[in-house]
């Protein structure tokens, strides 16, 4: 049986991937941003287990998931909050997106279960190398979730490997780097895609550096997702204290809503 994640991926050609961290500023907002961002259209919500020293991180979310830990937010915390977003009706797909080290401080095997019982889809591993994701990868299909490969503009021949085994979508690396607000891409980005969906069996998407209306048209034009992170955490920052207050949050989320939908509106 198809995951929620592969079956998004495959009936999307227009597939948009928000990411936000989860306990940012707080459990209960990312609650309400989940339904937010599923009514907006996204098609798979990325959510970030925040860490603190999170390699793959421009300052935008690194600030972000400093806000969260302050909340005492940790990966128990966010599967607790996963089957929170489901007990609220919330059917989106969930990728949490989660440095290695939390995971096997928790126990793999424990984790992805746990993960998978609350209503988590997929895994995306920023630090874990795809020569060393065998056990991940067994442990999520075990547990009916699907591990999501990252693929940066490296050596041609890497790529169509990572390509070829991918699951569920094949998450590209706009540009070698952090994760963050740019203003264009790579110009080597359309060879490197190229490469790479000649080898892949499933849709890919582009993230790191998505952050415009433009950038998401460009890509959903040429039939890849398009995974924006930096731009919304940041929206989510500008309301953060509105978004504190129980009587301002439905006026943030709903500023919010608005911005999010303008990135998706052709």
């Known amino acids: 049986m198809m995951n929620r994640v592969e079956a998004a991926a495959n009936n999307n050609d227009q597939l948009f991937i928000p990411y936000i961290v989860a306990g940012d500023p707080t459990i209960e907002v990312t609650i309400d941003l989940a339904r937010v961002l599923e009514e907006s259209g996204a098609h798979i919500l990325e959510l970030g287990v925040p860490y603190s020293d999170p390699l793959a991180d421009g ?15 940790s990966l128990q915390t966010v599967i607790d909050t996963v089957r929170q977003i489901r007990a609220a009706g919330i059917q989106i797909p969930i990728v949490l997106f989660c440095y290695v080290n939390p ?3 928790y126990g793999l095997h424990d984790a992805v279960k746990a993960a998978s019982e609350a209503g988590v889809d997929g895994w995306l591993v920023p630090d874990l190398p795809y020569e060393e994701n065998d056990e991940m990868k067994k442990t999520c299909n075990e547990y009916g979730n699907v591990l999501i490969s990252l693929v940066a503009p490296t050596s041609n021949e890497r790529v169509k490997r990572i390509a070829k085994e991918a699951q569920g979508f094949l998450y590209c690396v706009s540009s070698l780097g ?12 359309d060879t490197f895609i190229t490469a790479a969906s000649e080898s892949s069996s499933v849709p890919l998407a582009v993230g790191f550096g998505v952050s415009k209306r433009e950038h998401v048209a460009r890509l959903h034009t040429q039939g890849y997702g398009a995974v924006v992170g930096s731009r919304i955490v940041k929206e989510i920052e ?25 990135l998706v509106s052709s």
Not at 65 to 70: C, G, T, W
Not at 247 to 262: C, E, G, M, P
């Open 103 to 105: 995971i096997l401080k």
């Open 238 to 262: 500008k309301y953060e204290t509105m978004l504190r207050d129980p009587h301002q949050r439905s006026k943030a989320l709903l500023q919010i809503k608005t911005f999010v939908q303008s």
């Open 178 to 189: 952090v994760t963050g607000v740019r203003e264009e891409f790579d110009h080597r980005l």
């Open 59 to 73: 300052p935008v979310i690194q600030a972000a998931a400093n806000r969260s830990l302050q909340e005492g937010t």
